[in-house]
């Protein structure tokens, strides 16, 4: 699976930014995906992740009710529309899929094989 990040750039404080992921390769519909972040000197952080079919989705606390995941219907690009931005939320941001298939989403990043090259998202205050 290849994963292709973009949508990343400068914002001012409430702002908004949508980040497109999309996924190539023979098996890219059939797994979750997920987004996470990694802002500088700090660990990569999960933001959120949908299951294969769009039906199931989870987040960070920190961007609930701000952020939403979703999936085309050919189930191989992946959104996430980030509303009311805030200056902690600047990082590079990476979309990321998983070797296999679970039942429930994971949030943690070894749980992920598959990376995209990342993109930054800078909030300013």
């Known amino acids: 699976v290849q994963l292709q990040a973009s949508g990343g750039g400068l914002v001012q404080a409430g702002g908004s930014l949508r980040l497109t992921c999309a996924a190539s390769g023979r098996t890219a519909s059939m797994y979750d995906l997920a987004w996470f972040r990694q802002a500088p000197g700090k660990e990569r952080e999960f933001v959120a992740a949908i299951n294969w079919n769009g039906g199931s989705t989870t987040y960070v606390d920190s961007v609930k009710g701000r952020f939403t995941i979703s999936r085309d219907k050919a189930k191989t690009t992946v959104y996430l529309q980030m509303n009311n931005l805030k200056p902690e939320d600047t990082a590079v941001y990476y979309c990321?899929?998983?070797?296999?298939?679970?039942?429930?989403?994971?949030?943690?990043?070894?749980?992920?094989?598959?990376w995209g090259q990342g993109t930054q998202v800078t909030v300013s205050s």
């Open positions: 990321a899929a998983p070797s296999s298939w679970s039942y429930s989403l994971r949030i943690r990043p070894y749980d992920y094989t598959y």
